[in-house]
């Protein structure tokens, strides 16, 4: 629902980076389906269970860092490379293991929409 709320900002040619599944925080949150459906119609999507493969991957609090890494191809201010470095100063405090978890899920994002891209 957040990524439909915004696209009288988003530019022509921009691209919608979201979960494939909502994160429902409302009672009265629309219909899963009707929400697809609508992504489905627009021309730039790309879209991930982030939740299921932070999961799967044995990363259960790095979804949104796979969320960064889809949207990475897109954003224009920093490059891929620039953002690992940002990623790793940020969690150095908490040890190597979270630097390289964060940077693992990091990838897996950027690898999806590296395909998605290249579709």
Do not use: C, W
């Amino acid at each position: 629902m957040e990524a439909l709320r915004y696209l009288p900002y988003l530019a022509p040619e921009g691209v919608i980076v979201t979960a494939s599944h909502p994160f429902v925080n409302i009672p009265n949150y629309p219909e899963e389906s009707a929400l697809l459906a609508e992504l489905d119609a627009l021309p730039h999507v790309v879209r991930l269970d982030i939740d299921a493969l932070a999961r799967e991957q044995q990363l259960p609090k790095s979804a949104n860092m796979i969320l960064l890494g889809m949207a990475a191809p897109f954003l224009g201010l920093l490059d891929a490379e620039q953002l690992r470095a940002a990623i790793s100063r940020v969690f150095a405090a908490k040890g190597e293991a979270v630097v390289a978890a964060n940077l693992q899920a990091f990838d897996l994002g950027l690898d999806h929409s590296q395909k998605s891209v290249s579709k």
